[in-house]
């Protein structure tokens, strides 16, 4: 059993996994998260695009996918509801829990390259209006994230790009969501449009 750890912690590394550098970055984002939830208010909007930066919606990443909580680790949370995620989504709920819990795992062609995308969206335990999160994963690394309120993507047939729907963004969610079309470039994936569709 030793051995096989030792041979997974070297696999990791070399293919590039950091845990302790995952994990620093998610510490910064929960602090972030609970900064926010201080100053929340029910008036605003579950997701701002004003500037480019994650703690504002979305963000371009290149992280790779790595150190997944096992179903032992799981089963020692002593978390009925995380394990039940566990076995559902077996694939990619180690990678969230117990900060978050998957929602739904699709695969779409986002980019037209003729291959699925693989599309976890997840919440946190105790939110309203799930899923609150979204990542898009190609090739065993997140590319792109958002954060928001009932997130939802929609590829662009013949187009590098997506809509991502999210509520209460500009409207109320019980009158609609907001469809916000983001397209390539050189970078990632960036917000050029947005529409309100009402119920």
């Known amino acids: 059993m030793k051995k096989i ?6 696999v990791l590394l070399l293919s590039g996994c950091s845990a302790v550098k995952n994990a620093a970055t998610d510490a910064t984002g929960d602090a972030t998260v609970v900064e926010k939830a201080k100053s929340d208010s029910r008036a605003a909007a579950d997701m701002v695009f004003d500037d480019l930066s994650f703690t504002s919606g979305f963000a371009n990443l290149d992280r790779k996918l790595c150190g997944p909580k096992s179903s032992a680790e799981i089963a020692k949370l002593n978390d009925a509801r995380a394990l039940e995620n566990y076995k559902q989504f077996p694939a990619f709920a180690g990678y969230y829990l117990p900060q978050n819990y998957v929602v739904d795992v699709e695969l ?27 990542d898009i994963i190609k090739n065993n690394k997140i590319v792109f994230t958002a954060q928001g309120g009932n997130l939802e993507v929609k590829p662009i047939k013949g187009e590098n ?3 991502l729907n999210v509520s209460g963004l500009t409207i109320p969610r019980s009158q609609g969501y907001t469809a916000i079309k983001f397209q390539a470039n050189q970078t990632g994936y960036y917000p050029v449009a947005e529409n309100d569709i009402k119920y």
Request: net charge negative.
């Open 108 to 134: 779409l062609d986002i980019d037209n390259d003729q291959k699925n995308e693989t599309i976890v969206s997840y919440t946190c335990p105790a939110c309203n209006a799930p899923p609150r999160g979204l």
């Open 5 to 10: 750890l030792l041979v997974l912690a070297a």
């Open 161 to 163: 790009g997506f809509y």
